[in-house]
Nanobody
């Protein structure tokens, strides 16, 4: 009965920015942790960022200093702010909650 819906993906030039959103419905947005993953064609899905219920954040080395994960509990929404985007960031981005729930994904394409 829990649904996660991602939005905010699109086409952006290298060096540009996007903010992804993941909104929960059907339950209170209070998982022990939530994460952003991404998967490019022909590659394994990789963990990008994590935020715990206590607010601790962790990032993949490839995005440190460029991406920021955050949440707004009043809006039941998880965010991923992506700055200084590179072509290597092109992938489908998924949000995940520790309750075992996945969103359907949103496409991010970084290209000139």
């Amino acid at each position: 009965q829990v649904q996660l819906v991602e939005s905010g993906g699109g086409l952006v030039q290298p060096g540009g920015s996007l903010r992804l959103s993941c909104t929960a419905s059907g339950s209170i947005f209070s998982s022990n942790f939530m994460e952003w993953y991404r998967q490019a064609p022909g590659k394994e899905r990789e963990l990008v960022a994590r935020i715990t219920r206590a607010g601790r954040t962790d990032y993949a080395d490839s995005v440190k200093g460029r991406f920021a994960i955050s949440r707004d509990n009043s809006k039941n929404t998880l965010y991923l702010q992506m700055n200084s985007l590179k072509p290597e960031d092109t992938a489908v981005y998924y949000c995940y909650s520790s309750g075992g729930w996945w969103g359907q994904g949103t496409q991010v394409t970084v290209s000139s």
